[in-house]
């Protein structure tokens, strides 16, 4: 079946944060504080408990603004509407004990808030520091994925209030190929340095969630190589199973030695 | 327009993605700069500067469309011989007044036009009563369509040559010593905007308050017109000068005016002089012999009918001495002045925060305090609302609650989706909205408070039949009403607005059915057309179609959405080209048609030549687009209507850093008001060595206006929750700040304080030998709501630009020093410190 995605084309994003706004509104999420960060506008300052899609702005002296002011030392600014990665193989997913998070048909993974109960295992099992929990309510909480909208026929909030479209939401397929061709495009137009963030040979091997950007997606706060933390279970476990065999072994030998 | 106009950027944002290149001009680098292909930080202030060296720029390279030039605008007609430029006397035009602080306008005309002085004698263009929003319909000062031309654009005094010598000192060179624009780049921007511009190609000028908030604010405006002009860029696909409005129906309240000098549809406000007591001699004032405004007798006639029904009748003037007279200045600051002063009573206040939003907002504060009572209507209580009980004078023991007698009354108001109603955006498109649930408690639409608010005073009219009462006891007010408020039913609103035929109340098809006999009854002829039928209300229209969007909402005038049209042809009425085609001549059909509605006489042929004694729209050639024009032509020069030139010139900012690069001799605008009294005082002119920094206010995305509407909601205060001032990296340096921390910024009204947040984003910038630094500060926050600040207004100076009394708030100075405002008394005593530092 086929599988809904967004994609997030940064060299689109005016910094509006209207994305972050509908969300708010939709999902009716609580504000964040109103701490004044600082930090260029951005006083949301991250993805969290009660903010899941959050604009981030990157304030740097050199160029990086689409087709802006090139040749100069000039201020750039450059802003990325961030969100929940709905990974195929999710961290927060596989470290779920009591399964209150699932897997929607679009693709979606969805925090059951009925069944959650808070233990935040899936906080840091998260490889994007997605999943927050709320101290005050005592459980976790991301984006739905506006699983709710979808159902309904309906495009997710954000992307529906994007009014420069650099929120794109549509059929994961599809979007993977456009991200493609406007990377294309904007290499006509002399941008060489746009690529498209979709990590499918890491461990989550693939996102609901991609991102167009320009540079390194690290100044974005997105890892280049996200892992599952459950990629390392395997290992874990041998590593485990080794450790036992051999504390058993040595055991064992104490015990015969102590015959003698 | 990133910024303040994210929805409407969309639309930059794709012409750039076809391939449209985006010049940003502005002191700070903005989420605009942002998306640009070039950002040019400029001298706040210095636009004239700026756009007036592009101008030259195009005339000395010969990058003007001549065709379109010759053709279109008035150009080639030739200027009376006692005309004098500011280049010729220094920085003032011919035809000043010391005396007076004004201008005879008289030397501006056109030669061979004649003065059209009033019936009882006195000199046109002369009244300083009036605001210009509605000025001089069709040419009050002159009979226009008298002139001389030269299509050659030789002889020294036609326009074209007088335009040349104006701007000649307007050099790349000048623009990089004033505005703090290097040459070069100066250069590269004017060749790239200039190329936007020919028969293929056309360039768009959007500008917001940025521009009008100046002591010279339309003169700016004026000089992006000219540039435009030059290049063909009017009445053409992608093209025009585009005013991002502050707020979302601006552009209707200014159709249908909350402003003290029009009537609805720009007819403008009787005044008390002897030339408006008879509406004979009102309408000799203000219409014109030839051009559209011919027809304003059916206007304002139709408009009397609307308002007095049969009360209103030949014999009586149609009720037109029922209308208040303009006596003065009652703009917002010349009643607020009355007001501190103690002449004013009562007060309603209706979507507005005055207490916050207004320049000299401690004055407005302070003179609230003088009222017998005040009326606030607001969803929440405001800053205007509370002053008496937790202003900064309170805390500061300036107004003490004890002695302050204002009666005042809060009434909540309907948010937009609480009610039926209409905006009208910047393209002058109507759009319906229809209300989403039921209001809250106790909140009511503006419709019902006015409605019923009228229908009380007119009950109590009616009981005292006196004279004083006669106006409202004639005023039709007779909207049926529904629901278990009884809102008065907003389509029956607009029928009144359409217009309708007196006799049976059918709707009019348009402002051309329009009479001057009083048969037809017209709310606002602008308007006229928008709903033809009782079920047919066109500003509820959402299916568009083609490439302009017609079928979505209603653009006034008849639907057009790109005004001027008929310059989008050439002069025999084929496309300047086969990509910028939008309305042409049908030579088989015999009328203009297209991909837009014709703003044009649609039998109108090209080649039209109207008779020696024409009159109205008959008396313009056919390659006239110009049409509300006496003479059918573009205004690069205007010799008519303004009250400080007929073409722009640069001057300072009223408060400034520097002297007039150009004419040493007039610093500032010589007509521009300062309105300098003790509560509004300024520094020094030409540079006050206590006030060494540029201060410019702006707006947020994040917040709207003076905050009322975001302060208060928490999913918006959280995004911006506290006022900051952004200052470059290098005044941080040089004053020792530290990013994030309190600062402490202070004019000749008062002082501050606000976050530092330093940035890249601004630059200095090297004017005339010396690093000018520019401080620039949201003006959104106050002290009430989830997130508080400090009131940036309290800095700004109350002035009047001469033409529409606007204020100026992007120019100013300011000193910058670290730390806290103390609170209470002790700020007033850091203030007055600053004060008597050494100037």
């Known amino acids: 079946m086929s599988t809904t995605a967004f994609l997030t084309d940064s060299t689109l994003c005016i910094g509006c944060k209207a994305c972050e706004v509908a969300c708010k509104e939709w999902n009716q999420i609580s504000e964040d504080g109103y701490e004044w960060s600082g930090h260029s506008y951005d006083n949301t300052q991250a993805v969290g408990h009660s903010t899941w899609r959050h604009v981030k702005f990157v304030e740097n002296p050199v160029e990086i603004g689409l087709g802006g002011n090139s040749g100069e030392q000039l201020p750039a600014w450059g802003f990325s509407s961030d969100v929940c990665k709905h990974c195929e193989v999710a961290g927060c997913l596989e470290a779920c004990p009591t399964g209150a998070i699932v897997r929607m048909e679009f693709g979606a993974v969805f925090v059951q808030p009925d069944v959650c109960n808070g233990c935040s295992y899936c906080v840091v099992s998260c490889p994007f520091g997605v999943v927050q929990k709320n101290e005050e309510d005592g459980r976790a909480f991301k984006c739905t994925f506006c699983s709710d909208r979808q159902k309904a026929g309906l495009a997710p909030a954000c992307a529906k209030a994007c009014p420069t479209e650099s929120i794109k939401f549509g059929n994961l397929e599809e979007l993977r190929l456009e991200a493609q061709l406007r990377v294309k495009e904007l290499e006509a137009r002399g941008i060489h340095d746009a690529v498209v963030y979709d990590p499918l040979d890491t461990s989550v091997k693939g996102i609901h969630a991609l991102f167009l950007l320009r540079g390194d997606p690290r100044s974005y706060n997105l890892p280049p190589h996200p892992e599952v933390p459950t990629t390392y279970m395997k290992k874990g476990w041998t590593s485990a199973a080794i450790a036992a065999g051999v504390m058993l072994g040595a055991t064992l030998l104490a015990f015969l030695g102590e015959r003698r | ?839």
């Open chain 2, 1 to 839: 327009m990133a910024e303040n106009h994210p929805v409407g950027f969309q639309w930059v944002m794709e012409a750039r993605h076809k391939g449209a290149k985006v010049i940003h001009v502005d002191p700070r680098y903005t989420r605009t700069s942002a998306m640009a292909d070039y950002w040019l930080p400029l001298r706040a202030g210095t636009d004239i500067i700026f756009l007036g060296a592009l101008i030259n720029y195009t005339l000395t390279h010969d990058r003007y469309f001549r065709e379109y030039v010759v053709h279109y605008t008035n150009a080639p007609i030739i200027l009376r011989e006692d005309f004098r430029d500011t280049e010729d006397l220094g920085g003032i035009f011919s035809g000043w007044d010391k005396e007076k602080q004004a201008y005879s306008p008289e030397t501006w005309l056109y030669e061979g036009a004649p003065s059209a002085d009033s019936p009882s004698g006195e000199k046109a263009g002369h009244s300083q009563a009036g605001g210009g929003h509605g000025k001089d319909r069709g040419g009050e000062a002159g009979r226009l369509y008298k002139y001389n031309d030269d299509p050659t654009l030789q002889n020294p005094r036609c326009v074209f040559q007088v335009l040349k010598s104006h701007f000649a000192r307007y050099t790349p060179e000048l623009v990089e010593r004033a505005c703090g624009i290097p040459k070069e780049k100066f250069l590269q921007v004017a060749d790239v905007f200039i190329s936007a511009s020919g028969p293929e190609k056309t360039g768009a000028i959007c500008y917001a308050v940025g521009w009008t908030q100046h002591s010279k604010g339309p003169q700016i405006i004026r000089a992006a017109a000219i540039l435009q002009l030059l290049l063909g860029n009017i009445g053409r696909p992608g093209g025009g000068i585009l005013a991002l409005r502050g707020h979302a129906t601006i552009q209707g309240s200014t159709d249908i005016p909350t402003l003290y000098d029009i009537l609805p549809g720009y007819l403008p406000m009787p005044f008390f002089g002897s030339d408006s007591q008879k509406l004979e001699s009102y309408i000799k004032k203000h219409g014109s012999e030839t051009g559209w405004w011919a027809n304003f007798d059916r206007y304002i006639i139709s408009l009397l009918k609307a308002w007095y029904g049969d009360a209103a009748t030949q014999s009586n003037d149609f009720c037109f001495n029922y209308l208040p007279r303009v006596t003065g200045d009652h703009s917002h600051f010349g009643y607020w002045l009355d007001m501190a002063d103690g002449k004013m009573e009562g007060l309603f206040v209706m979507g507005q925060n005055p207490g916050v939003g207004a320049p000299n907002a401690k004055l407005q504060r302070t003179a609230l305090s003088k009222l017998k009572w005040l009326v606030v209507r607001d969803f929440v209580e405001t800053e205007t609302a509370s002053f008496w009980k937790d202003s900064p004078e309170v805390q500061r023991g300036e107004l003490n609650p004890k002695n302050i007698a204002t009666e005042i009354f809060f009434l909540p108001a309907s948010g937009h989706a609480e009610k039926d109603g209409s905006y009208t955006n910047t393209q002058r498109l109507v759009q319906f909205h229809e209300k989403a649930v039921d209001a809250l408690g106790d909140n009511r639409s503006e419709t019902w408070f006015v409605y019923h608010l009228g229908r009380r005073l007119k009950a109590k009219a009616a009981k005292e039949p006196t004279p004083r009462n006669a106006a409202l006891n004639a005023l039709t007010w007779d909207y049926n009403t529904h629901g278990k408020h009884g809102e008065p039913v907003v389509d029956e609103i607009d029928g009144e607005i359409n217009g309708y035929r007196v006799e049976n109340r059918t709707l009019v098809s348009g402002y051309r059915d329009l009479k001057n006999n009083g048969s037809t009854a017209c709310g606002c002829w602008i308007y006229s057309g928008m709903m033809p039928a009782p079920d047919e209300n066109k500003a509820r229209k959402r299916e568009p179609h083609g490439l302009y969007g017609h079928g979505w909402g209603y653009a006034w005038p008849s639907d057009r959405r790109i005004l001027y049209n008929r310059a989008s042809a050439r002069p025999d009425g084929k496309p300047w080209s086969e990509r910028k085609k939008l309305v042409w001549w049908d030579e088989e059909k015999k009328e203009w048609t297209g991909h837009d509605i014709p703003d044009f006489t649609k039998k109108k042929p090209p080649d039209h030549k109207p008779d020696k004694d024409a009159r109205g729209d008959d008396a313009l050639a056919g390659d006239k687009p110009f049409i509300m024009h006496p003479d059918g032509t573009g205004w690069i020069w205007v010799p008519s209507g303004l009250k400080d030139g007929p073409l722009p010139t640069h001057y300072e900012p009223l408060e400034s850093i520097s002297s007039n690069p150009l004419y040493p001799e007039v610093p500032v605008n010589p007509v521009a008001k300062k309105m300098e009294r003790p509560d509004n005082p300024y520094a020094f002119e030409g540079g006050d060595a206590r006030f060494p920094y540029i201060l410019s206010t702006y707006r947020l995305t994040e917040h709207h206006t003076g905050g009322g509407m975001t302060r208060y909601l928490s999913h918006l205060a959280e995004l911006q929750p506290e006022l900051f001032a952004e200052i470059s990296p290098e005044l941080a340096a040089e004053l020792d700040i530290q990013h994030g921390e309190y600062i402490t910024i202070s004019s000749a009204r008062s002082a501050i304080e606000a976050r530092a947040l330093i940035t890249a984003r601004i630059k200095p910038l090297l004017v005339e030998g010396r690093n000018v630094h520019q401080v620039c500060v949201p003006y959104q926050f106050g002290y009430k709501g989830l997130v508080t600040g400090s009131v940036p207004n309290d800095l700004l100076a109350i002035s009047e630009e001469p033409n529409v009394r606007i204020m100026e708030t992007k120019a100013l100075v300011c000193n910058v020093k670290r730390g806290r405002l103390p609170q209470g008394k002790a700020g007033l005593e850091v203030w007055k410190e600053e004060m008597r530092r050494p100037a």
